[in-house]
């Protein structure tokens, strides 16, 4: 049961702001790959199996280009944050 921002574009007054489906769905991924609210070490693997399978791969097969622009903003969110870590 994933949301899907398609299903949102009625809810605008007026147009959305370009491109607004593809990234809330890159946001809305790149959020669900960074558990950073879960302490257990156990429950943490266990997420990381869940959005592997159910999330990840399923999109990297039916849409490579999305799954890229999810790497991509993942790994521009964990430079930006050792950056500031290095300062």
Do not use: C, H
Not at 7 to 17: A, C, I, K, S, Y
Not at 18 to 46: F, G, H, R, Y
Not at 56 to 67: E, F, G, I, W
């Amino acid at each position: 049961m994933l949301p899907k921002a398609e299903d949102w574009v009625e809810r605008w007054e007026g147009q959305p702001p370009p491109d607004w489906i593809e990234a809330v769905i890159n946001v809305w991924l790149a959020s669900l790959s960074l558990p950073v609210e879960i302490a257990d070490k156990q429950t943490i693997k266990l997420y990381n199996e869940w959005l592997e399978n159910q999330v990840l791969k399923p999109l990297k097969a039916r849409s490579p280009s999305t799954y890229l622009a999810v790497v991509e903003r993942l790994r521009l969110f964990v430079n930006v944050i050792s950056e500031a870590d290095d300062e």
